[in-house]
């Protein structure tokens, strides 16, 4: 890449697609996870946070690109630790039906 001394390099926002696509990911996301998010985005001085009775809500529009790169590092992180977690769920299922069903057993001991 060649910059020259007067150029300035300008990083494209987020168009509102790929952020309608964040929102719908952490509206879907346990609370657990949301709630983390709004600890990640409450470090954040610059960031605002509008709270009412019916839970806090962000411009994601106004968010700097950091920020957006934060968000979705932690729902691609999210989205892993969920495969992983159902991998391993699917695997203690095949082993539990084939070491510890009644009817495994029994065939195992007539042989």
Do not use: H, W
Not at 70 to 99: D, G, P, R
């Amino acid at each position: 890449m060649n910059v020259e001394n007067d150029e300035t390099i300008v990083f494209n926002k987020p168009d509102t697609f790929e952020l309608n696509i964040i929102r719908e990911k952490i509206e879907f996301m346990p609370k657990f996870n949301q709630v983390e998010i709004l600890r990640m985005l409450s470090k954040n001085d610059t960031i605002t946070l509008n709270e009412n009775k019916y839970g806090t809500f962000i411009n994601l529009t106004e968010l700097p690109n950091d920020t957006i790169d934060l968000l979705k590092n932690y729902i691609n992180y999210v989205n892993a630790q969920e495969n992983n977690l159902s991998m391993i769920e699917k695997q203690k299922e095949e082993f539990k039906n084939i070491y510890f069903t009644k009817d495994n057993k029994d065939n195992q001991t007539n042989k």
